[in-house]
């Protein structure tokens, strides 16, 4: 089969080679991450070990800088979780078992606990707080009732 006489005919074959596998370049896998101390360094995916909560959603990872050969540990968010075990980073099976991760608290507070009870924040409140800004005498008020100047 020939094409227009402007398009170069391409063998069959010749862009890819039959049976051969996309990963089979030989390279591997280079991560880059940041040390406290040196910045940004790369390493491959054995030099991290993930450790993920029970949820599964996130976690932390652990490397020794290549650099420097300090012991770093970081969070790691459900993308970097995804990230790096599809970069070929091993899941510690040791956390897996309840052991305690670095940044692992369970009891985490909620910031919004401490929130007073009451009526939702509404548009109006917003429109309302807006006309309070721009009135200088309520400003004034509100400063002198509060201590402030």
């Not at 074959?13 to 990963?23: C, E």
């Not at 790691?76 to 899941?91: F, T």
């Not at 510690?92 to 007073?116: H, I, K, Y």
Request: hydrophobic fraction near 30%; glycine fraction near 10%.
């Amino acid at each position: 089969m020939t094409g227009p006489p402007w398009v170069v005919p391409i063998a069959n074959g010749s862009l890819k080679p039959p049976g051969g596998r996309a990963d089979s370049s030989g390279e591997m896998t280079t991560i880059r991450t940041t040390c406290p101390r040196c910045g940004e360094v790369d390493m491959g995916p054995e030099a991290i070990v993930l450790s993920v909560r029970q949820s599964g959603k996130e976690g932390s990872y652990r490397f020794t800088c290549p650099n420097c050969s300090d012991d770093v540990e970081k969070r790691a968010d459900r993308k970097i979780v995804a990230l790096l075990v599809s970069a070929g980073v091993d899941i510690d099976q040791g956390d897996a078992e309840g052991g305690q991760l670095l940044f692992d608290d369970d009891e985490a507070e909620d910031p919004r606990d401490s929130v007073p009870h009451g009526p939702p924040f509404s548009i109006d409140d917003v429109i309302e707080f807006h006309y309070l800004l721009e009135d200088d005498r309520y400003i004034a008020e509100f400063l002198a009732s509060s201590g402030g100047n």
